[in-house]
């Protein structure tokens, strides 16, 4: 259950190691399943499908060093697209989010 019969995912990130933008990190990801995919609703006593559909997550970061340690700051914009979907059993995949995260080597 939840299984497509194909799926393609591509993720793409690429860091600049040199020049003014420096430590300056941009990716891409795509994910896309093919439908339909059988879910489980056995509580509901039919048979529900997942269609076909396509996920786009887009990230930004910057890495510098903050106090001498290596700091890095990311957003993740997910859900690009606020692809609607059911995910695995049921449950329905998290809209268009972002979250925002840092971290440093100790």
């Known amino acids: 259950k939840g299984v497509s019969p194909n799926a393609v995912s591509l993720w793409l990130k690429y860091e600049l190691t040199a020049g003014p933008l420096n430590g300056l990190v941009a990716g891409t990801g795509?994910?896309?399943?093919?439908?339909?995919m059988p879910l489980d609703a056995s509580f509901q006593?039919?048979?529900?499908?997942?269609?076909?559909?396509?996920?786009?997550?887009?990230?930004?970061?910057?890495?510098?060093?903050?106090?001498?340690?290596?700091?890095?700051?990311?957003?993740?914009?997910?859900?690009?697209?606020?692809?609607?979907?059911?995910?695995?059993a049921l449950g329905y995949a998290d809209p268009y989010r972002w979250r925002f995260t840092v971290g440093m080597d100790f």
């Open 30 to 36: 795509y994910q896309w399943r093919e439908g339909p």
């Open 45 to 88: 006593r039919k048979f529900v499908t997942q269609e076909s559909y396509g996920r786009l997550d887009v990230l930004l970061g910057y890495s510098t060093r903050v106090f001498g340690k290596l700091t890095k700051f990311q957003l993740n914009l997910d859900n690009v697209t606020d692809e609607f979907y059911a995910d695995k």
